[in-house]
C-alpha cells in the first residue's frame, strides 16, 4: 500500500494520470474526512470500475469529481471488483473527474454526497454511544470477508483511518452500509447487517 498523504482535487487527478501513463495495476483509494471513500481499480493503466460510496460506474465518476480533498492511497495488490462496468475509455473518465467549475464549487460549500445510511442517520436522534475502532473492524471484516473476500479487510482499514479510536454510531451504521454495497447479493447483504447488529448489540 503506497500513502499519497493528503491531495487537493488537483494534486489528485495528476497522481491519477501519472498511474494510468505509468500502466499500473491495483486499487486506487480516495478517502475524504467524512469516511467515504472513492475507489478506482486500474488494469494496465486503463480504469476497468469506480465506485464512490453508493455510487458505482459513471455515477461515481459524477461524484469524485466533485470532491475538495482527501487521503490518496495505492494498493498495487489489490485488484478485486464486484461486478462488471460500462464505463467510458479512461481519458474520457479522467476529463470528466478533472472537470472544475461552478458546480463544483457550489457543492463543495454545501455537500451533498449521499452516504448509503445518510437519510437514517440524519432522521435518528443523536446518540452518544461509542464502540472500539479496531472491534468493530474486526467484526465486520470477520463477517464480510466471506461474500467479498480480502477486499473487506482493505475497505475497512481505509474507512477507519479518519475515524477517531472510539467510532460514533452513526459512523458505524455508515461503515456497515458501506460494506453492503460491496456485497452483490441482497440476501447476503441482510444477512451480514444482521449478523454485525447483533454482534455490536446496535439494536
Known amino acids: 500500500m503506497v500513502d499519497g498523504g493528503i491531495l487537493d482535487h488537483r494534486q489528485f487527478i495528476k497522481s491519477l494520470v501519472t498511474l494510468c501513463r505509468e500502466r499500473s495495476s491495483g486499487t486506487v483509494f480516495y478517502n475524504l474526512s467524512s469516511g467515504l471513500s472513492a475507489r478506482i481499480v486500474l488494469n494496465r493503466g486503463e480504469i476497468s470500475w469506480v465506485a464512490f460510496g453508493e455510487y458505482r460506474g459513471t455515477e461515481a465518476i459524477e461524484e469524485i469529481r466533485l470532491i475538495d480533498n482527501g487521503r490518496m492511497s495505492f494498493n498495487p495488490s489489490l485488484k478485486l471488483t464486484i461486478g462488471k462496468q460500462n464505463l467510458p475509455t479512461?481519458?474520457?473518465i479522467l476529463k470528466m473527474i478533472n472537470t472544475r467549475g461552478h458546480e463544483r464549487k457550489s457543492r463543495a460549500k454545501v455537500p451533498n454526497h449521499k452516504s448509503p445510511s445518510s437519510s437514517s442517520i440524519n432522521s435518528e436522534p443523536f446518540s452518544g454511544k461509542v464502540f472500539n475502532k479496531e472491534e468493530v473492524c474486526e467484526i465486520v471484516v470477520r463477517e464480510s470477508i466471506e461474500f467479498i473476500g480480502p477486499i473487506a479487510k482493505i475497505v475497512c482499514a481505509e474507512y477507519m483511518k479518519s475515524q477517531p479510536a472510539q467510532v460514533s454510531l452513526s459512523s458505524v451504521?455508515?461503515?456497515i452500509d458501506t460494506?453492503?454495497?460491496?456485497?452483490?447479493?441482497?440476501a447476503k447483504g441482510r444477512l451480514f447487517k444482521d449478523r454485525v447488529r447483533a454482534l455490536l448489540k446496535l439494536e
Request: a negative charge; zero cysteines; charged letters at 45%.
Open 179 to 186: 460494506m453492503v454495497f460491496d456485497i452483490d447479493d441482497e
Open 90 to 92: 479512461t481519458p474520457e
Open 173 to 175: 451504521r455508515q461503515l
